[in-house]
């Protein structure tokens, strides 16, 4: 069993950043992909950022450049560095990992940006 402890959200204005931090831990060993995807009221999940254990990073369109996703694989943790955010950043970020095929979820934290 796999769980996400997730920390970082909360409200800024446009144009400042936040650091979204994902704690991965249980069964987790071996090869697998972690990131973030979010949800703002009325829309669908959606991919933010992803990355392979081996450091390869996948950024939706519309946070290229913007957002940062790292990983520290000794501290099972991914962090997601977001600058310049913009009030259509606001959502609910959900961390994610996908191991064997099997995507675990975090219980999100919310993130707010005010025009």
């Known amino acids: 069993q796999v769980q996400l402890v997730e920390s970082g959200g909360g409200s800024v204005q446009a144009g400042g950043s936040l650091r979204l931090s994902c704690a991965a831990s249980g069964s987790i060993f071996g090869i697998n992909i972690m990131g973030w995807h979010r949800q703002a009221p009325g829309k669908q999940r959606e991919l933010v950022a992803v990355?392979?254990?081996?450091?390869?990073?996948t950024y939706a369109d519309s946070v290229k450049g913007r957002f940062t996703l790292s990983r520290d694989n000794a501290k099972n943790t991914v962090y997601l560095q977001m600058n310049s955010l913009k009030p259509e950043d606001t959502a609910v970020y959900y961390c994610?990992?996908?191991?064997?095929?099997?995507?675990?979820w975090g219980q999100g934290t919310q993130v707010t940006v005010s025009p």
């Open positions: 994610n990992l996908i191991r064997l095929g099997v995507p675990n």
């Open positions: 990355i392979t254990n081996s450091g390869r990073t």
